[in-house]
Each structure stands twice: as structure tokens, then as C-alpha cells.
């Protein structure tokens, strides 16, 4: 009677466990398994298998108590393989790699959490490659934001940026390279002060402070400085000799002037602006003085003077005119005093 007792246990025991765990299939429209696993309670538990269309393996890996666990694996539609991701505690990936389609790794990270189906957080050391297995670039993850410093190479090894990070995210010290390890650009970024204002990336950084360019050469190219991510006061371009090129002058972000200048003197086209960006002046220079035509604006791009000049005197005809465009009554002829 025992006997029979412990036999029935086990009986019901097994009975239960297969009633509680059931094999789930998902179809796709052509009649092709899209996923195919199990079911505990209504939590997805055991092996699970998901495939394309053409009925090549899409992912591979287990579940426990509804959780991802240990090692997944997901593959194009080719067969290779897309990536890893091992997991621990809490549906937290402690490593993740992916590949490129020719089996190369293209990214190695620690600790990824899972925010949802489709999109991931990342901390801990991250690096990623090109495809000939050289380092595209290498950085650190805290509390889900890029800190310390982070440095990106070209496909030839070179060093192309540094970007050292503090605090929320926020960037300081910014460094580009040419390909031949020559320094292109310095500068610093920090925190936006007006929110409302569009950030040049997806962040709350923004260009701040002295910035400067270089040639490949290692000479300068620009100078100058931002505020709150817009060009202010002074900048300056050089030619690739090193030989001063232009300057040009912003205030809030507008740009108020524009000069051109060949050995250090004022030397082609300068303009000069409105705050709307409307072009206020446009002449030309040749050797520090004035030449040809020289035309004013209104603020809405009506022309109301134009002067002509000679070694920076007025010579030839000078017409003014009304807002509205139409031309003054005034004499027309030719002026040799100078402005």
C-alpha cells in the first residue's frame, strides 16, 4: 500500500510538471516558425530558438523564470554570427560582443542592462574595431554616460580624437588627429547655458571657451572662441603657408564682419553684417585699400549705396538710393575725394 502511496506521488508530481511546462510555437504568416520555446506559469523558461523567414537560425539561448540566462546568441540572415550576450543577475548582460558579417569583432563592452526589446544601456570598458580588426576606438561607461577619456583611431591606427568626459556626460577637453597623427583641432566643450537652444549633438554639450585648427603640416589654420556653442568676437584663418587668410567678427553668434588678406595686408573680398545675416557691406581690397565697387545694404537686402574706388579713393559713379530701392536724385559722376 506504501508502495502504491509513492508510486502515485510521482505519478502526479510528473503530471503537474508536464501541465506546467508547455512548448509554445510562433508562426510567421507563411507557415515558417518565428520562435519556438517553452512555457512555466506563463514565463518563458528552458531552450528557445528563433528564425528567419527562410528558416535560418535567428537566435539561440535559455530562459529562466522568464529572465535571460547565461550565453545568447544571434546570427544574421546569412548564418554568421551577429553577436554574443552573456548574462547575469537581473537580465543584466555582463559581456557583449558583436561581429561583422566577415566573423570580425566589432564591439567588446562589459555590463549591458536591457531598457527594452530593442535598446540597451551600457557601463564598464568598451572598445570597438573595423573590420580589418584594427581599433576604431576605446572608452569607459559610468552610470550609463561615457567618462574619463575616451580616444577614437582611424582604419590606419592613428590616433583621430580624444574626448575626455566629467561629470553627467558632460565633455571637456576635445582633440582631433589627422591620419599622419598630426594634431587638427583642439578645444573645450561643456554644459549648454541656454537649453533652449539647439545642442550641435544629441547631449547637453556644446562648444565653450578657445578653440584652435591646424594643417596637416603643423601649422595653424583658425583661432578663436566659442560661447555657449556660437563663434564669438575675434577668429582668424591662416593659409597652409602659415600667412594670415581672413578674419572674421561674431557677436551672439552672428558673424559681423568678414576680411580677406594676402602678406598680412587686407587683400580681396570683405563683407560686413546685420544680425539677421543679411550682408551689410561687400567690397574689395587690394594691398590694405579699396578697389572697384563697394555696395551697402539695408537690413532686408535692399541695395541703397554704391561707391566705386581707386587705390581707396572714390573715382567713378556713386548712387544712393531710397529703402523702397528706387534711385535718389543726386549728382552721378566722378569723385577724387578719399573716405
Not at 512555466?40 to 523567414?53: C, D, F, I
Not at 559713379?317 to 536724385?329: A, H, T, V
Request: hydrophobic fraction near 25%; glycine fraction near 10%; include cysteine.
Amino acid at each position: 500500500m506504501i508502495n502504491m502511496k509513492i508510486v502515485l506521488f510521482i505519478f502526479v508530481s510528473l503530471f503537474s510538471c508536464y501541465v506546467s511546462t508547455q512548448e509554445n510555437k510562433v508562426y510567421f504568416k507563411n507557415g515558417q516558425v518565428s520562435e519556438i520555446g517553452c512555457y512555466t506559469n506563463e514565463r518563458r523558461t528552458r531552450l528557445w530558438k528563433g528564425y528567419y523567414e527562410n528558416g535560418q537560425i535567428r537566435f539561440i539561448g535559455e530562459y529562466l523564470r522568464g529572465q535571460k540566462i547565461e550565453v545568447w546568441k544571434y546570427y544574421y540572415r546569412t548564418a554568421q554570427l551577429m553577436r554574443i550576450e552573456t548574462y547575469g543577475h537581473e537580465n543584466v548582460v555582463e559581456e557583449w560582443k558583436s561581429y561583422y558579417r566577415n566573423g570580425g569583432l566589432k564591439e567588446i563592452g562589459e555590463t549591458v542592462e536591457k531598457v527594452d526589446k530593442d535598446n540597451y544601456t551600457n557601463s564598464g570598458k568598451w572598445i570597438g574595431y573595423y573590420e580589418c580588426g584594427q581599433i576604431k576606438f576605446k572608452g569607459k561607461h559610468l552610470n550609463k554616460k561615457k567618462t574619463g577619456e575616451w580616444k577614437y583611431y582611424h582604419s590606419n591606427g592613428q590616433l583621430e580624437k580624444i574626448e575626455t568626459y566629467g561629470n553627467e556626460d558632460v565633455l571637456g577637453v576635445w582633440k582631433t588627429y589627422y591620419s599622419n597623427g598630426q594634431l587638427k583641432e583642439i578645444g573645450k566643450t561643456g554644459e549648454r547655458i541656454n537649453k533652449d537652444k539647439p545642442p550641435p549633438w544629441k547631449s547637453n554639450n556644446t562648444y565653450t571657451g578657445k578653440w584652435r585648427g591646424y594643417y596637416d603640416n603643423g601649422r595653424l589654420k583658425f583661432k578663436g572662441k566659442y560661447f555657449d556653442g556660437e563663434k564669438n568676437g575675434t577668429w582668424k584663418y591662416y593659409y597652409y603657408n602659415g600667412k594670415l587668410q581672413r578674419t572674421e567678427e561674431h557677436k551672439n553668434g552672428y558673424r559681423d564682419a568678414f576680411e580677406n588678406y594676402e602678406n598680412e595686408k587686407l587683400d580681396g573680398e570683405w563683407r560686413e553684417y546685420y544680425k539677421n545675416w543679411q550682408v551689410k557691406y561687400i567690397g574689395n581690397y587690394k594691398g590694405q585699400l579699396k578697389i572697384g565697387e563697394w555696395k551697402r545694404y539695408n537690413e532686408n537686402g535692399v541695395l541703397i549705396s554704391l561707391k566705386k574706388y581707386e587705390n581707396d579713393t572714390l573715382n567713378g559713379e556713386c548712387r544712393e538710393y531710397f529703402r523702397s530701392g528706387k534711385l535718389k536724385n543726386m549728382p552721378i559722376g566722378n569723385f577724387t575725394s578719399r573716405t
